[in-house]
């Protein structure tokens, strides 16, 4: 016998082994399956979905300044500017 039909040999032999394996575990599952007997499903139970509300936001309105408060920025931006640089 060669080598390589000895191989073949071999391939065969592990192929129908595999398929008898398989075989046997389907016939014994189905067995069990039948010992059990009829599958009972589980009615399923609905959750009720929660609606979230939205809530409504109000916008800002923005505030117009005084001529006060409108004069008191424009001082500091004039004197933020005048600084001397290296000045502590």
Not at 57 to 79: F, H, M, N, Y
Request: hydrophobic share 30%.
């Amino acid at each position: 016998m060669s080598h390589a039909s000895m191989l073949k040999a071999r391939r065969q032999h592990q192929k129908n082994r595999k398929l008898l394996e398989v075989a046997a575990k389907q016939a014994k599952r189905l067995a069990k399956q039948a010992l059990a007997g009829p599958a009972v499903k589980k009615e399923k139970v609905k959750k009720e979905k929660v609606k979230r509300e939205k809530v409504k936001t109000e916008k800002v309105k923005k505030v117009k300044l005084t001529k006060e408060e409108v004069g008191r920025q424009d001082a500091k931006k004039s004197s933020a500017g005048t600084g001397k640089k290296g000045a502590s």
